[in-house]
């Protein structure tokens, strides 16, 4: 149970980043840091204590396997993650031309 | 089979845009249109055709525990249907007024992305399958949303990007509780476990979808993001966001849920009554005292998605038919005022209210148009916009709820009053307004008339008979509920 609730941790840990830091870099680091919180909790959901890895061979039993189907998914949110932080930085950096600063208080033209 | 082409069709033409478009955007234009052409064709013609039919396709026929599961339905064929319309007088309309921004393919490829990820959220019958074609779509719109390159752009598509991470998160963890809890992705085997399976895991389930895709509907307390996103994007990708993306990936993939997997839990309707009866009237107070043209539209689209989740949240048959014809209508009247203002910008190089004057006879067209738009999301007969208020108002008060009622009512007056103030300063006024020389094109105003027939057109399907053909069967669909799981499963 302890697990669960410090990856859930972590994961509150990247909101408080996301809603407290002003910085658009370390909004970007604690988006990253939420991503990684869902990812370990799949993995974390797949797991099995005194089991072995999923790779099918002589003299292994499929019921003392974890379940491979989260660790597939994580492949595929971490390649969807991946993406989500280029196009942040992406945008960070021309944010960060147009407006010579990285500090989310200074950037506000949109208003109203 | 035609389920797949749904997806095949916009993703092919994505990446067929990159492949042969030059320097310039020609072919890309005349690709993007007949593959949104033959998408409008295929999803009329499966809409008409297929009625309370529900057809299933296995991905490389494997069966539904271990592959994925295309699934339409008649609620699926009504939203591609409503997907095809906009996304067809979109393109056309950004023809040109692209083409002021700068003349390359990467917008249309984007655009077909767009489209790609909004079909493959509807068909999908699979959880994981869904979360991934609402990363392709958000992606194709955090781009789009910067296309222009102006700094309040980039500021705007940077808020957007954050919000909808955030949202794509909370989803991605409610996806893992639910995999944990029951053992399966198909969205219909997942139905059939849920009965058995802890009310508080499936508290935290629902809670993180509400969260999660709240985020995307942009219901009222996850909606900072929207006025700057739609706002600041270009015209044509304001009108497919506000149109029809919010309601893509939050109201439909929230009913969808909540209604044909969940079996529709009062706790969770109570909460849809609430955000939607919030959503209404703060959205419509935060809109009156906008001068921004654009941003004023963008906070009527949250208020009128207050309508849309209180017509599901009432959940009776009357409360449904209200929520989903307001879907159609707001895709349809939305689409088009964001046009108007598209327009209104081309021509003046403005959108503040205050410095528009007397445009009606520089462009009649866009404000004649404007006229029936405003009249139509006031809520004026004969326009569309009255009777699916009138429908959701009646249901109100027949589930006796009558303060929900009240609060409709209130949010239409306000409604009305901030459009009159749009038609008064934007396009009636006494001033002469400054013009750039630039004119609307007959593809603009094409697309401008299209639509405005459409929303006289579509108050024509309250008459009982074609209700009956063309609203019901979609009612049915979420009224039934958990048929669906033995409709997908059957097979």
Not at chain 2, 124 to 140: K, Q, R, Y
Not at chain 2, 434 to 459: P, Q, Y
Request: glycine residues 6%; proline residues 3%.
């Amino acid at each position: 149970m302890i697990v669960y609730l410090l990856c859930f941790i972590l994961f509150l840990v990247g909101i408080y980043g996301i809603l407290t830091k002003r910085d658009l870099v370390k909004i970007i680091l604690s988006i990253g840091i939420m991503g990684y919180a869902a990812n370990l909790m799949l993995i974390l959901f797949a797991y099995r204590n005194n089991s072995i890895y999923p790779i099918l061979s002589e003299g292994k039993a499929v019921s003392q396997m974890v379940d491979p189907l989260p660790q597939a998914l994580v492949l595929t949110s971490i390649v969807i993650e991946l993406g989500t932080t280029a196009m942040l930085v992406a945008l960070a950096l021309r944010l960060y031309e147009k407006y010579k600063t990285f500090d989310i208080t200074k950037i506000r033209r949109l208003k109203g | 089979m035609i389920i797949p082409y749904f997806i095949i069709i916009p993703l092919l033409a994505a990446f067929l845009i990159t492949l042969i478009a030059g320097e310039k955007d020609d072919w890309a234009i005349i690709l993007s249109i007949i593959a949104v052409i033959s998408l409008l064709i295929l999803s009329l013609f499966s809409y008409i055709t297929m009625h309370t039919e529900t057809l299933t396709y296995y991905m490389s026929s494997w069966k539904i525990p271990v592959g994925i599961v295309l699934v339409q339905d008649a609620l699926a064929s009504f939203m591609l249907v409503l997907v095809s319309i906009i996304s067809l007088t979109s393109l056309i309309f950004s023809i040109s007024y692209v083409r002021n921004l700068s003349s390359d393919w990467k917008y249309y490829s984007l655009f077909m992305l767009l489209v790609a990820g909004m079909n493959g959220v509807i068909i999908t019958g699979d959880l994981f399958n869904l979360f991934v074609f609402v990363e392709i779509s958000i992606f194709a719109a955090y781009a789009l949303v910067a296309y222009g390159g102006k700094a309040e752009e980039f500021e705007a598509s940077f808020k957007y990007a954050v919000m909808g991470s955030v949202s794509s998160t909370i989803v991605l963890l409610g996806i893992a509780v639910t995999y944990s809890a029951t053992s399966t992705l198909t969205l219909a085997k997942i139905g059939e476990q849920l009965p058995s399976i802890n009310s508080n895991i499936k508290l935290w389930i629902g809670g993180l979808f509400v969260a999660g895709f709240g985020l995307k509907a942009a219901a009222m307390p996850f909606h900072a993001w929207l006025p700057d996103a739609h706002s600041s994007a270009p015209a044509p990708i304001s009108a497919m966001l506000s149109g029809i993306l919010i309601k893509i990936l939050g109201m439909y993939v929230l009913v969808r849920i909540f209604f044909n997997i969940f079996d529709a839990p009062q706790f969770f309707l109570n909460i849809f009554l609430i955000i939607g009866s919030i959503s209404m009237i703060v959205g419509v107070f935060l809109a009156v005292g906008q001068w921004d043209f654009k941003r004023l539209l963008a906070y009527h689209s949250i208020s009128q998605m207050g309508y849309i989740f209180l017509g599901f949240g009432l959940s009776t048959t009357l409360g449904i038919l209200g929520g989903v014809f307001h879907l159609l209508n707001h895709a349809l009247f939305k689409s088009l005022l964001f046009y108007n203002a598209g327009a209104v910008e081309t021509v003046t190089g403005t959108r503040d209210l205050r410095k528009l004057g007397n445009l009606t006879k520089i462009i009649p067209t866009t404000s004649n148009t404007s006229m029936i738009a405003s009249l139509a999301i006031s809520g004026i007969p004969p326009f569309n916009g009255f009777f699916s208020k009138l429908i959701i108002i009646i249901a109100a008060i027949e589930a006796n709820q009558p303060v929900y009622a009240l609060i409709a009512v209130i949010g239409s007056i306000f409604t009305l009053a901030s459009f009159m103030k749009v038609q008064r300063y934007g396009f009636r006024s006494e001033k002469k307004a400054d013009v750039n020389g630039k004119s609307i094109d007959w593809k603009m105003n094409f697309a401008m008339i299209t639509l405005a027939v459409l929303c006289v057109a579509t108050s024509l399907m309250i008459i009982p008979g074609i209700r009956e053909i063309a609203l019901d069967p979609v009612v049915d669909v979420l009224k039934n509920k958990t048929l669906y799981i033995q409709l997908v499963m059957g097979k």
